[in-house]
């Protein structure tokens, strides 16, 4: 296994870990927190929000890495 299947299996696993994460953040409803007072809230819902946000954005370089990564594997086929 070579640097590259290396980082390409980090990128899968850690895609893979992003993806359970907004799930979670998405089964978590926190839409329907703010419907309850305050005081009952388990968690701040835009805490929630901002933890979506920041995790798309972890998801979205990882794809821009992937992509970079299949690029650098694909032979030029300028030759």
Known sequence: ???Q???GEFLYELHAEVD???I???ASHP????RLPIEEWLFDPADAERAAVGLRGVRDAVEVLEDLLL?????DDAT
Do not use: F, I, K, R
């Not at 839409?31 to 703010?34: A, S, Y």
């Not at 690029?71 to 032979?75: A, F, G, K, M, T």
């Open 31 to 34: 839409e329907q927190e703010e």
């Open 71 to 75: 690029q650098d594997e694909s032979p």
């Open 24 to 26: 979670e953040v998405a």
């Open 1 to 3: 296994m070579n640097g």
């Open 5 to 7: 299947d290396g980082e």
């Open 20 to 22: 359970l994460e907004l």
